[in-house]
DNA sequence: CAGCATCCGCCGCGATACTG
DNA sequence: CAGTATCGCGGCGGATGCTG
């Protein structure tokens, strides 16, 4: 509840709600996650497995920080054992085609990339 | 394009560097950098007024982190007391279009979120 | 003016063990 | 199968103080 600045007030005006929600998806694994999900809806360790090098702890703290800001629904079926699935909803696919950009901005910019570290790391 | 891996490959092929560079450039005061430094070359202190609430320290370190990675020029004149001034470079300019659907998208759906927040932490 | 140095708290993330 | 519980660490970020 930022009472606008009396002055100067951000360039575009992004807020620290704006930044919180940009750290709260675009956090460690969302990325993954939101791009599995969009191909098709996966149980648990479906995801695990497709995103081998995730531990277990943060591929359900993910989830459950995607499912709460409404990103990711999470559908479980009381068999037994229970089974859960996890989709992309309605709010979560407006999302896929900010994160593809970034995925191609990464690869279409790491050779760019690289060069300015190697130059950075080689001056100092 | 590096190897695709043998077995499930992720869903478009982000890998650790790619996930990695975003850290980097995507990290907590890294975009209102960009953002600021896209309008117009700055100094240290007038970047710090534009985001009033980063800290120096946190300042400097997403400067150095945005100069290695190439997307920003740090321009030292050597007066007394010496001037440095920040600008954007080409490689940060590929960055812009990007930021700035970001930004937009969280403005378009911070709504929504706001809604499956209320959803989410009244059931529990 | 443009930082660096230090201390310190928080939490993201991993590793490991256990459960309905 | 789909988690929870606990421990521990490393690093980010804030606060404060000092400097060429």
Known sequence: MQ????????ASGITASHRELLDQVLDKWSLQVMEELCEQPQRFN???????VVTQKSL???LRRLERNGMV???VTSTRPIAVE?????LGKTLQ??????????TDNMD???????RYDGEN
């Not at 995801?47 to 081998?52: C, E, F, G, N, S």
């Not at 085609?97 to 990464?106: S, V, Y």
């Not at 760019?112 to 190697?118: K, L, P, T």
Request: aromatic share 10%; glycine share 2%; net charge neutral.
């Open 73 to 75: 629904e999470r559908v």
């Open 97 to 106: 085609d900010l994160i593809d950009a970034l995925l191609r901005w990464t």
């Open 46 to 52: 479906e995801l695990r497995r497709a995103i081998p």
């Open 60 to 62: 359900t703290a993910a």
């Open 86 to 90: 996890y989709r992309i909803t309605a």
């Open 3 to 10: 009472e606008t600045a009396p002055f100067a007030s951000y």
């Open 112 to 118: 760019g990339v690289e060069r300015a570290r190697e």
